[in-house]
């Protein structure tokens, strides 16, 4: 077998920074892009050429300085965020120029990461290497860890056309969620979600009040909740859930796509409803599952290759377009995730 051939490094680079803090819409003039250097990667750093990245509901929040459970964006510093790509160099050991790694140093052309933050990707383990930038390992780790779907289900998922709820619907039928509804914002997006995306019924944000509209989409109840909203539905699925239901918690984008309060999603839940129907809420993040990537993987290659799973995503090319991404996944103009070609 040949080597890889692994392109010259040039001199310069792009990279996206933030101009200025977030207050209300999110516009063109937040972003700026630099011309820089290359970096020269030190000892136990590896330098990643960038192919691909993805862009995300909390890095709206990110941009507005509120404290949130991880950093924020800095005005005048490159943003970051999930990134796919090729090693170019290893000084540190441990990679090879070639690689096909993972890492969390988008929103530039080149990146020097260090080598713990790094993840190696077979790149036979998935059709694409695109998908390798999905979330359904979070809308997986939620339902089948966190919410424990059972056979006979009736599951709801709120922001069911976004990147969890996109792939969270098809996973709740594969785990044998006998009805799934989901909420969106349009009825052009829901009409996708029954025909595409392993949906039953969905209720459409701004049709009437959200537990009218779950009352009718789930008639006998709830048994589980897949949240990535928060506000009204959050408290509509309370207010339906059958006894025992569980509920797993992963997004507040009801907080995160509008106004200046970036993640805050305030909430009144009934504490008697939750007592009395034996209602379990649980928070679910990535993060506290190292071992979850690596079993998604193997799911989602396996459900790709057969034609049981589909990855929605909408593709930008170019950096350039990486702040345009961004703002159109705010505006809700997509279904899936959003990801940009570098």
């Not at 937040?30 to 330098?47: K, M, N, Q, S, W």
């Not at 290497?129 to 359904?136: N, R």
């Not at 928070?283 to 079993?295: I, K, M, R, S, V």
């Not at 593709?315 to 997509?334: C, D, F, N, S, V």
């Amino acid at each position: 077998m040949s080597p890889t051939v692994v392109p010259a490094i040039p001199a310069v680079h792009r990279e996206v920074r933030l101009a200025d803090r977030v207050e209300g819409e999110l516009t063109a003039r937040h972003f700026t892009i630099a011309e820089v250097p290359v970096p020269e990667p030190r000892d136990g750093e590896v330098l990643v050429r960038n192919r691909l990245m993805a862009v995300t509901a909390v890095m709206r929040s990110q941009m507005t300085g509120i404290r949130l459970p991880m950093p924020s964006f800095v005005p005048g510093e490159a943003l970051w965020g999930a990134a796919v790509g090729e090693v170019v160099a290893a000084p540190g050991g441990g990679f090879t120029p070639g690689d096909l790694v993972q890492h969390p140093c988008g929103w530039r052309e080149f990146a020097a990461v260090d080598a713990s933050r790094v993840r190696r990707l077979d790149p036979d383990a998935l059709p694409t290497a695109a998908a390798h930038l999905s979330q359904g390992a979070t809308a997986w780790g939620a339902l089948r860890r966190a919410a424990e779907v059972r056979p006979g289900d009736t599951v709801f998922i709120s922001g069911a056309a976004g990147g969890v709820g996109s792939m969270a619907g098809q996973l709740a039928r594969r785990l044998g969620a006998g009805r799934v509804v989901g909420s969106t914002g349009s009825e052009r997006k829901a009409a996708r979600l029954r025909a595409e995306l392993g949906y039953d019924d969905t209720i459409v944000r701004g049709a009437g009040p959200i537990e009218r509209q779950l009352r009718r989409a789930a008639p006998g109840g709830i048994d589980v909740l897949l949240d990535t909203v928060g506000g009204e539905q959050l408290t509509a699925a309370l207010a339906v859930a059958r006894p025992d239901a569980r509920f797993a918690l992963v997004g507040a984008l009801s907080g995160q796509l509008g106004g200046d309060r970036g993640d805050i999603a305030p909430v009144e839940l009934d504490p008697g409803l939750i007592i009395t129907r034996r209602v379990a809420l649980r928070g679910f993040g990535l993060h506290a599952h190292p071992d979850l990537p690596q079993e998604w993987t193997k799911e989602f290659g396996q459900g790709l290759r057969e034609g049981t799973l589909v990855f929605p995503h909408a593709l930008l090319k170019g950096i350039e377009q990486a702040p345009q991404a961004l703002r159109e996944l705010t505006q809700g103009r997509h279904i899936g995730a959003v990801l940009v070609a570098l």
